[in-house]
């Protein structure tokens, strides 16, 4: 089980981070001050360090520093303010894993955790490799891929989406990113970032959802102490904190049509104005952006500029839904099986047969996440060694997907069936074959007996 230390001075906070990590299956200490903590980090060994930049007596840094002089197998993750950003950056290039700002998102915290382990893993698979060239550790494209918290697949789907990272990474145009919610498109931008020429640099990911309106312009640009009431101090908004690496916005069509113009005028010029600043600051940044919404329907109604979206949109991606690889699905199981393992302190070795007919029947409306969520807590509730039918979530286990109505021969919507399989296949035919579990003779007859013509 991963130790975690927990160190911040707002006592209630503290003890809100605690219990919300025991909750999620960590071993947690925790303290208020960074004397306690060193005293701590000197007695124990922790995975992650989660600490507040601001700490009485001694800033938070020093326990990098710490991390950083004594070679510790740990990762820290600072935990910032409203005008924190900037020293955030600065520590970042120090050692630090990441940061977070506050206030924070327990979601996002727990993922930055997640991913602060896996690193910490990769970390000592490397070290071994060195310490014993003689005796090199093998591993598969996926486990490589794994090690790095992103799972390629090995679907055409999966594949197709792998060339076009391999084909738009090198370059420094603007991606738009297009996919259901879930699908992993935060993974697919950082994907592109790693094999990109800024891969040394930031990424600094933003969720456009999230920023409340009355501040967006000080997120994006930064401002100046004393521009408006709260602004107690300078701060670097995400475009000067991304300089020279990759900013990733999430949800782009949740911006205000405001912030639109401006973020469209920082892009054409490079250049961004803090809020309450006369002077302008030149950036080099590489902009991926991502959205589960129609953007060409938005600028159609009025919504999303138009101007913006071509300068978004110089290469779009589409990233599957999890029903349309359905070879990737136990590559997917697998990962997260092991992921839940490591975080609740499980022995999981795999699924019954049983259990893998029940996976593979779901349409996964929640894609990827949900499939997280879903083999989490059937690690949570198994008794065995093995996860079994009875173990996963009810929703999942009575569902009956498209290919099974199928299989029951339901001629009152047999025709419809096909109709839905051909539109998710986009009108090719063995495609199509494959999603309703026929073989295509049974699928041209069926085409034939029903007059559909393409």
């Known amino acids: ?81 409203y005008a924190e950003v900037s020293k955030a950056v600065e520590v970042i290039k120090n050692g630090a894993f990441d940061y977070i700002s506050k206030p924070i998102n327990p979601e996002q915290m727990l993922n930055l955790i997640q991913k602060a382990i896996l690193a910490l893993k990769e970390d000592s698979i490397v070290k071994k490799n060195s310490k014993s060239p003689e005796k090199p550790i093998e591993e598969s494209a996926v486990e490589k891929e794994a090690s790095n918290g992103y799972v390629a697949g090995v679907s055409e789907a999966a594949n197709k989406l792998g060339d076009y990272i391999k084909l738009v990474a090198p370059t420094d145009m603007s991606v738009l990113i297009i996919g259901e919610s879930g699908t992993g498109k935060e993974y697919v931008a950082k994907r592109i970032h790693e094999k990109s020429k800024r891969k040394g640099n930031v990424f600094i990911a933003v969720d456009c959802g999230a920023i409340p309106k009355e501040i967006a312009s000080s997120e994006f640009f930064g401002h100046v102490k004393g521009s408006f009431t709260g602004a107690i101090n300078n701060k670097i908004g995400h475009f000067e904190a991304a300089n020279h690496g990759t900013l990733f916005l999430d949800e782009i069509g949740n911006l205000s049509y405001d912030l639109q113009m401006q973020l469209l005028r920082a892009l054409q010029e490079r250049k961004v104005k803090p809020v309450g600043s006369n002077n302008e600051i030149e950036v080099d940044i590489r902009v991926i952006t991502a959205t589960n919404e129609d953007l060409g329907k938005a600028v159609e109604l009025g919504d999303f500029r138009q101007d913006l979206f071509h300068r978004l949109n110089e290469f779009s991606i589409q990233v599957p839904p999890l029903r349309q690889r359905t070879e990737d699905l136990l590559l997917f199981a697998n990962y997260f099986l092991d992921k839940a393992n490591e975080q609740l302190g499980k022995e999981s070795l795999g699924f019954s047969d049983e259990a893998l007919v029940v996976l593979k029947n779901y349409d996964w409306p929640g894609n990827l996440r949900e499939l997280q969520n879903s083999v989490k807590r059937s690690v949570l509730l198994s008794e065995t060694r093995e996860i079994e039918k009875k173990d996963l979530p009810e929703n999942i286990v009575n569902h009956t997907s498209k290919a099974s109505s199928y299989k029951l021969f339901k001629n009152q919507n047999e025709e419809q069936l096909i109709l839905d399989a051909l539109e998710e296949a986009g009108g090719n035919k063995s495609k199509a074959a494959r999603i309703l579990d026929v073989d295509r003779k049974t699928l041209y007859n069926k085409l034939k007996h029903y007059n559909i013509e393409l």
Do not use: W
Request: charged residues 30%; proline residues 2%.
């Open 1 to 81: 089980m991963e130790h975690i230390l927990i160190v911040e001075d707002d006592l209630a906070f503290n003890k809100m981070l605690e219990t919300f990590l025991r909750k999620k299956g960590y071993h947690v200490s925790a303290c208020s001050n960074s004397e306690d903590a060193i005293k701590k980090l000197s007695a124990s060994t922790f995975q992650v360090i989660l600490a507040d930049v601001r700490l009485p007596e001694k800033e938070g840094t020093v326990l990098l520093e710490m991390v950083r002089d004594k070679k510790l197998p740990t990762k820290v993750i600072l935990m910032t303010g």
